[in-house]
């Protein structure tokens, strides 16, 4: 059974700029969560969807916003980049509670 | 509020020496606790998790772990470390609602 795949795993933005990365979870699976993790603030939780909802939302600025499409893959959005937006995004899938299953993460550095 | 505390952000040991990492949780309702690594240049990977039932949890690649209810703690052990062990671990707990928040990690670092 394929992992979860994110894509693009590096990316490179300027300040301003908006960016969108994607996550395909593991077949099957419907819950997709995204984390923010950086040196300074370590794993940060941003948003989870269910079934194309949004079941919960961390704090994060309302420049950071998902979706989830009927086929389970997701996309983050970040708009109006910001050097401190610098991170290693994480995505994960589960099909039950208890099990969170990482993809790779997506590098994002802005410049 | 809940929160979860790794105490110390790098760990060195000598590699076949034994190895312990440290987590103390803080929540006010029933937990389940996860330990998970993360290799360089990669996502992370889950190594064990308490969910009920016995205290003492083993996992995968020789580490296990002890919940500690009295002590709010969930700490993470292997006898005999390998050079492959080097790696970030984060410790977990899982809220409810599908919220889990994450400890800052624990660098271990393998000496020859």
């Known amino acids: 059974k394929a992992g979860v795949t994110q894509t693009p795993r590096y990316l490179i933005k300027t300040r301003g700029q908006q960016v969108t990365l994607s996550c395909s979870p593991i077949?099957?699976?419907?819950?997709v969560s995204w984390y923010q993790q950086t040196p300074g603030q370590g794993l940060q939780f941003l948003f989870e969807?269910?079934?194309?909802?949004?079941?919960n939302k961390g704090n994060f600025p309302g420049r950071f916003s998902g979706r989830q499409f009927s086929n389970s893959r997701s996309e983050m959005n970040v708009s109006t980049l910001e050097l401190g937006d610098s991170a290693l995004y994480l995505c994960?899938?589960?099909?039950?509670?208890?099990?969170?299953?990482f993809g790779p993460g997506t590098r994002l550095t802005v410049l | 509020a809940q929160s979860v505390t790794q105490l110390d952000s790098q760990v060195p040991v000598f590699e076949e020496a034994p190895v312990e990492l440290r987590c103390n949780y803080s929540?006010?309702?029933?937990?389940?606790l996860f330990w998970y690594v993360q290799y360089p240049n990669q996502g992370l990977q889950l190594l064990l998790k308490?969910?009920?039932?016995?205290?003492l949890v083993k996992g995968i690649n020789g580490f296990e772990a002890e919940f500690n209810k009295s002590q709010t703690s969930f700490h993470l052990r292997k006898p005999s470390v390998h050079i492959s062990d080097t790696a970030e671990y984060f410790c977990?707990?899982?809220?409810?609602?599908?919220?889990?928040?994450f400890g800052k990690g624990t660098r271990l670092h393998i000496l020859p």
């Open positions: 994960a899938s589960s099909l039950l509670w208890n099990e969170q299953f």
């Open positions: 077949s099957g699976h419907r819950s």
């Open positions: 969807y269910f079934s194309e909802t949004q079941r």
């Open positions: 929540s006010s309702v029933s937990v389940y």
């Open positions: 308490y969910l009920s039932g016995s205290t």
């Open positions: 977990a707990v899982f809220l409810g609602d599908d919220k889990i928040i």
